[in-house]
């Protein structure tokens, strides 16, 4: 298979909006004043989605090891029953992957999304993504997806993919 070049793009709400949301701390933002008016609350910002009655919020930490160059890309994955939201704990960069499709992803329209430092993620339900892709360094990162019963990741297996992507930084 012929190697893919994947062109970097900036993570903007609008952009993002057919894959999930963009969760930081922005303008756009509703803002609310909270705790006597030392804090600042930037409210609503993605959508939780949890399918089943029976299904739970969970919130987990990932710690993602940093990815080399050039990337080859042979899983993307899915959520099914639930959203899933990825914020970084630490102000750095990382790539975000994503593809359109129903029971396949549409390889001919992967993207990918420079985050910013301060920048999430959440994915729709159902939405391809490659798992996390840090840069810099081991980067933690704070999750929001769904647990109990029903299967909640789908898993496709790519043939291994060349996917060159230029360095962000």
């Not at 903007?12 to 949301?21: K, L, N, W």
């Not at 959520?79 to 390889?107: I, R, T």
């Not at 019963?149 to 230029?166: A, D, H, K, T």
Request: proline share 11%; glycine share 6%.
């Amino acid at each position: 298979m012929r190697p893919i070049t994947l062109r970097l793009e900036a993570l903007t709400a609008a952009v993002f909006a057919p894959f999930g949301d963009v969760i930081e701390a922005s303008d756009s933002a509703q803002r609310l004043p909270v705790n006597q008016g030392y804090a600042e609350r930037y409210h609503d910002l993605a959508t939780v989605d949890l399918a089943g009655s029976e299904g739970k919020v969970l919130i987990s930490i990932f710690r993602s090891q940093p990815r080399q160059f050039p990337l080859c890309l042979n899983l993307l994955e899915r959520h099914p029953l639930s959203s899933q939201a990825f914020m970084p704990l630490a102000p750095l960069p990382y790539l975000v992957v994503v593809a359109p499709g129903d029971d396949e992803p549409k390889l001919q329209a992967l993207r990918c999304f420079v985050a910013a430092p301060g920048q999430g993620v959440n994915y729709a339900r159902g939405i391809w993504h490659h798992p996390l892709l840090s840069l810099q360094q081991i980067s933690d990162f704070l999750c929001i997806d769904r647990g109990g019963p029903g299967m909640n990741l789908q898993e496709y297996s790519l043939p291994p993919l060349q996917v060159w992507v230029p360095n962000p930084n």
